[in-house]
């Protein structure tokens, strides 16, 4: 199974920082790499498909890029709804379809 | 609007069964292929099986290949998930999940339900 490691697995911010979280895949998967945005007690949200494409309705301050193995999704300014728990997802393969571990995202 | 609502979990003992499912609508559910993807207390996301549009294919987790079936009735808009063999590691909240073709993403999810595998 390709391995998703993410970095950091926490990070503290304030409003208005620039945020980046990186992913990383133990094998490449060209761009079949997906971030989503989990907040407490609520369902995951996808914001970032393809590696770099924009969902419908997700804000522009998030952007994603990379592909092979190394990818990161940036916040461009951080804003309070934005605090939450970041996930990246392999889609390179239907035989095992995989999440990074998550990065927190906290308020400083 | 487009809408997954899932049910059937609860409380098992470790070696049962259940069966989950997960009531789609305001989209056309016999086009999409669907994912079920849990999340254990305090964890992060593992995705657990996926079903193509028109159930010719399915794919597993080796954690779960061989004791969870995922199914669906495109009459009933209804996608299923028979889970046998239960352990005290399959507790979690599952999900269902709406691919947005037969792409891998997961584009809108159900807000959960919650199976608790203990003695």
């Known amino acids: 199974d390709i391995q998703m490691t993410q970095s950091p697995s926490s990070v503290s911010a304030s409003v208005g920082d620039r945020v980046t979280i990186t992913c990383r895949a133990s094998?490449?998967?060209?761009?079949?790499l997906a971030w989503y945005q989990q907040k407490p007690g609520k369902a995951p949200k996808l914001l970032i498909y393809?590696?770099?494409s924009l969902q419908s309705g997700v804000p522009s301050r998030f952007s994603g890029s990379g592909s092979g193995t190394d990818f990161t999704l940036t916040i461009s300014s951080l804003q309070p709804e934005d605090f939450a728990t970041y996930y990246c997802?392999?889609?390179?393969?239907?035989?095992?379809?995989?999440f990074g571990g998550g990065t927190k995202v906290e308020i400083k | 609007q487009v809408q997954l609502v899932e049910s059937g979990g609860g409380v098992v003992q470790p070696g049962g069964s259940l069966r989950l499912s997960c009531a789609a609508s305001?989209?056309?559910?016999?086009?999409?292929?669907m994912h079920w993807v849990r999340q254990a207390p305090g964890k992060g996301l593992e995705w657990v099986a996926f079903?193509?549009?028109?159930?010719?294919?399915?794919y597993y987790a080796d954690s779960v290949k061989g004791r969870f079936t995922i199914s669906r009735d495109n009459s009933k808009n209804t996608l299923y998930l028979q889970m046998n063999s239960l352990r005290a590691e399959d507790t979690a909240v599952y999900y269902c999940a709406k691919d947005p073709g037969t792409v891998g993403y997961m584009d809108v999810w159900g807000k959960g339900t919650t199976v608790t595998v203990s003695s």
């Open positions: 305001g989209f056309t559910f016999s086009s999409y292929g």
């Open positions: 997802q392999q889609a390179n393969s239907f035989l095992a379809l995989t």
């Open positions: 079903i193509r549009y028109d159930g010719s294919n399915k």
């Open positions: 393809a590696a770099s």
């Open positions: 094998q490449g998967i060209s761009s079949w």
